[in-house]
């Protein structure tokens, strides 16, 4: 038998509960790829890819759309009218919102070559514009954050499917022996609603889903072992625990969290050297942190959650996905009472590190291969909620996308002139997730997974990639 | 407390319906590496040590305390096997407090704390 070297240290690294688990798979003949004995091994796209990695930015807590990145000059002329489009039911949750137009707080310019719309509370990211492919006709299905994450994350608005970041890890398996595939990064102020539900393997094996760093301190905690242990003594303890783990998953055939701790160990074994040298951001030269705003309190956390991001797509990760935005109300995106103040704070929190993050691609020549994409579970209503607010808003909402394969410099769709839905070339989430996976050189409706009798997909029975938008 | 965190600790903000449950790298590192754990496995195999100095006794109620359960013939071979041979690499390391024995159950109830069996809920 001719093995190479990655094939030989995939083989030996899965182990024995690794190849009940792929045998679990293949028996479905639902993996892209060529078949190995780790869950994690690198498979072979559908057809060539245009990008390796995604960088999802996730303004969690819906930013708002008709202030940032969709001008409509007529909600000037009906501020403080009702607007005609409007429903009492476009209210989240028998709020008391009335039908009364808000223009928005912000001054736009245009940006670029292409002359792109950026309002003025996002001046590091306009001198990006000529790299953005702005999309201004998304819409969701539901103006609730729980449902509404879910479906942005898993293409569902129920808990209990896997998110995008497992289907990329099914689909393509690891580029690095000695990271996580699928890395989750969250904001300072805690997670988002739903928690790990967000970056869940649903129905999946246990080993396709994401992992969360810390927000603060060191983003892994315990990477060494206490002082009192050495080093062969932790390799006798895991030697045994390996032989010990494997007996009990053989025993235990149908579960594959068995398998998953398994090769858990054996990840968090080598991470404790290759995670901590991945992670520490002190290595980069003080003006690479400095461009990404570590230095200022207001965008150190974010920074640093773009730098770390840069860090982990250049070993390997295949889908990082960055909070902006924990908890709930004032602390995410959710300006239901001030938005000026909201989107200020929240626009300060990101605005130099996504710039940072952009330009640093594109200099290390990873923006031609990695996938960023900007957006929150929905945007927000062009009504006014308690006088300077905006509730959520699923209808017609702004998304951008950079690098990867996609077309910069452009706009694409529309909403109506009140910004209130979603018109001209509407893109739905499916549509935006065919699309993504299309950029990894996966076919969407050919990535299935079998559960309970029937194949699913992360695009369910809809979506088609948008082709407008490539490159 | 970052390990409840690690192993899915719900958000006290919200109602929680039902509790995830993941499987990641960063809960074995903190199992590995964690003090708390370290210390817990000292007290374990500190509580387990036999009188009459019998490792065989020792072990057998480590599984009983850790695992609600006596290890089978050959699960107590293994068990003794790596005792002893961590017992044997510590003999000739000198200024440790503990003696050679009792690193080595420590050693020992370390495994099993970090093992399939004990984490998951059958």
Redesign the interface.
């Known amino acids: 038998m001719n093995l190479s070297r990655r094939q030989m240290l995939q083989l030996s690294g899965g182990g024995f509960g690794a190849l009940a688990l792929n045998s679990l798979l293949h028996a479905e003949g639902a993996l892209a790829g060529t078949p190995s004995a780790n869950p994690l091994a690198a498979r072979a796209p559908h057809f060539a890819p245009r990008a390796k990695a995604v960088i999802f930015l996730f303004m969690y807590g819906g930013p708002s759309h008709v202030d940032l990145f969709d001008p409509k000059p007529e909600l000037e002329k009906w501020h403080g009218q009702a607007i005609p489009v409007w429903k009492p039911e476009d209210a989240f949750m028998g709020r008391k919102t009335q039908n009364v137009a808000m223009k928005s707080y912000y001054q736009f310019a245009k940006h670029g070559r292409a002359g792109i719309d950026i309002a003025e509370p996002y001046p590091f990211l306009a001198r990006h514009a000529d790299e953005l492919c702005v999309i201004r006709s998304l819409h969701a299905e539901s103006n609730n954050h729980g449902p509404a994450l879910f479906q942005m994350n898993s293409g569902f608005i129920q808990?209990g499917r896997p998110s995008m970041g497992s289907w990329v890890t099914y689909g393509l398996g690891s580029e690095s022996e000695n990271l996580?595939a699928f890395v989750v990064l969250m904001d300072h102020q805690?997670?988002p609603?739903n928690?790990?539900?967000n970056w869940?393997n649903g129905f999946m094996p246990?080993?396709f889903?994401?992992?969360?760093?810390?927000s603060s301190g060191d983003p892994?905690?315990?990477?060494?072992?206490?002082k009192?242990?050495s080093a062969?003594?932790?390799r006798?303890?895991?030697d045994?625990?390996r032989?010990?783990?494997e007996e009990?998953?053989a025993a235990n055939p149908a579960?594959s969290?068995?398998a998953?701790?398994?090769a858990?160990?054996e990840?968090?074994?080598r991470?404790?050297v290759s995670a901590a040298e991945c992670v520490d951001v002190t290595r980069e030269p003080e003006s690479v942190r400095k461009l990404y705003g570590m230095d200022r309190p207001v965008t150190q956390h974010f920074g640093r959650n773009c730098l770390l991001a840069r860090r982990l797509v250049e070993r390997g990760v295949r889908f990082v996905q960055l909070y902006s935005g924990g908890?709930?109300g004032p602390k995410a995106w959710d300006a239901h009472d001030d938005l000026r103040k909201n989107h200020d704070l929240h626009c300060a929190e990101t605005d130099q590190p996504i710039a940072a993050l952009l330009h640093d691609l594109k200099v290390t020549g990873l923006l031609d291969t990695t996938l960023v994409v900007w957006g929150g579970e929905f945007g927000r209503s062009p009504v006014a909620e308690n006088g300077k607010g905006r509730d959520h808003h699923p209808k017609g909402f702004t998304m951008w996308m950079a690098g990867g394969g996609i077309k910069g410099g452009m706009t694409y769709g529309a909403t109506d002139q009140f910004g209130y839905a979603a018109v001209e070339k509407p893109v739905s989430v499916p549509d935006l997730h065919a699309t993504i996976l299309h950029q990894l050189g996966l076919d969407h409706e050919r990535l299935t997974y079998r559960n309970t009798g029937r194949d699913y997909r992360l695009t369910d029975v809809s979506g088609e990639v948008v082709r407008g938008l490539l490159s | 407390m970052p390990m409840m965190e690690l192993f899915d600790a719900p958000t006290t903000t919200d109602s929680c319906a039902e509790r995830t449950r993941s499987v990641v790298p960063t809960q074995a590192l903190v199992l590995m590496n964690d003090e708390f754990v370290e210390d817990q496995a000292g007290f374990l195999a500190q509580r387990a040590a036999a009188d009459d100095g019998k490792a065989a006794k020792a072990i057998a109620r480590m599984h009983v305390l850790a695992l609600a359960r006596e290890p089978s013939a050959e699960r107590l071979k293994q068990a003794l096997a790596f005792v002893s041979a961590r017992e044997a690499a510590y003999a000739s390391e000198a200024g440790a407090k503990a003696s050679p024995r009792q690193r080595a159950l420590t050693d020992l109830a370390h495994v099993l704390f970090n093992s399939s069996e004990f984490i998951t809920i059958e």
Do not use: C, D, H
């Not at chain 1, 892994?220 to 206490?226: E, M, Q, R, V």
């Open positions: 808990a996580p805690g997670a609603v928690g790990a539900l869940s246990a080993a889903q994401g992992v969360p760093f810390r892994i905690a315990y990477l060494t072992p206490p009192n242990v062969s003594q932790q006798a303890r895991l045994l625990l032989q010990w783990n009990y998953a579960e969290s068995l998953a701790r398994i858990s160990y990840l968090a074994f991470m404790q908890n709930e």
